[in-house]
């Protein structure tokens, strides 16, 4: 199982940027899939999860109202959507997965078993 994370980059305050997720996953529609991210000396953030069936889509606090998560099942593909991006948004942003997650679990990181390698989001004030 490989999930690799793509579209990270250097921005300025209030610009946008797209993460993209791919997945070789040989259900991919099956699973949970969300967004993690780590700053410097800080633990491991929820930003977003969306489930198999793409409806609901769950939000960090921090986040809601400015990223907007999707997915392609099609493509075997997440993405990230972030707009009006803060300087704090800054970490390594990962795609993780998991099949057999229940709803109580889906903001709790360890409970994913699947995880990119991470893409670097860098926003300038």
């Known amino acids: 199982v490989q999930l690799q994370a793509s579209g990270g980059g250097l921005v300025q305050a209030g610009e946008s940027l797209r993460l993209s997720c791919v997945a070789s996953?040989?259900?991919?529609?099956?699973?949970?899939m969300a967004w993690f991210r780590q700053a410097p000396d800080k633990a491991r953030e929820f930003v977003a999860a969306?489930?198999?069936?793409?409806?609901?889509?769950y939000y960090g606090d921090s986040v809601k109202g400015r990223f907007t998560m999707s997915r392609d099942n099609v493509k075997n593909t997440v993405y990230l959507q972030m707009d009006s991006l803060k300087p704090e948004d800054t970490a390594v942003y990962y795609c993780?997965?998991?099949?057999?997650?229940?709803?109580?679990?889906?903001?709790?990181?360890?409970?994913?078993?699947?995880w990119g390698q991470g893409t670097q989001v860098t926003v300038s004030s």
């Open positions: 969306i489930r198999y069936s793409g409806n609901p889509i």
């Open positions: 996953l040989h259900t991919f529609s099956r699973y949970t």
């Open positions: 993780a997965a998991d099949r057999q997650l229940i709803l109580s679990s889906i903001r709790d990181h360890v409970q994913y078993d699947y």
